[in-house]
């Protein structure tokens, strides 16, 4: 296992510091394991940026039909949504409560 010095702001040390003692691990843990953490992750995103380039540099792309398919599907999904928000707020509504009991009224 290697050791070194890392600088961190006041800030930072007093909220590891926290964590640390929530966690009930030393702070040199819960450092090592952010640090690790956050090489793991910085690792596999940098690696599925280079992936991506080689398949767009090959010329490895989705056509105008399977780009479509997927656009379709996330918008259809929104309008649903969209469509069960507005009948629920426009049924719920102190307005729509108001003009129903005012139209019975008349």
């Known amino acids: 296992m290697t050791a070194f010095t890392v600088r961190v702001s006041d800030a930072t040390a007093a909220k590891l510091d926290e964590l640390a003692q ?3 691990r030393p702070r040199s843990a ?9 090489v793991e992750r910085e690792a ?3 690696a599925e940026i280079e992936a991506g380039r080689a398949e767009a540099e090959s010329g490895n792309f989705a056509s105008s039909a ?4 997927v656009i379709a599907k996330y918008v259809e999904r929104h ?5 069960r928000r507005s009948m629920t707020s426009r049924d719920a509504s102190p307005s729509s409560f108001i ?3 005012t139209s019975r009224n008349t």
């Open 22 to 24: 929530k966690l009930d």
């Open 30 to 38: 819960v450092a090592a394991r952010a640090i690790e953490d956050f």
């Open 44 to 46: 596999w995103q940098l």
């Open 66 to 69: 399977e780009l479509a398919q």
């Open 79 to 83: 309008r649903s949504r969209s469509t």
């Open 99 to 101: 003009m129903s009991r």
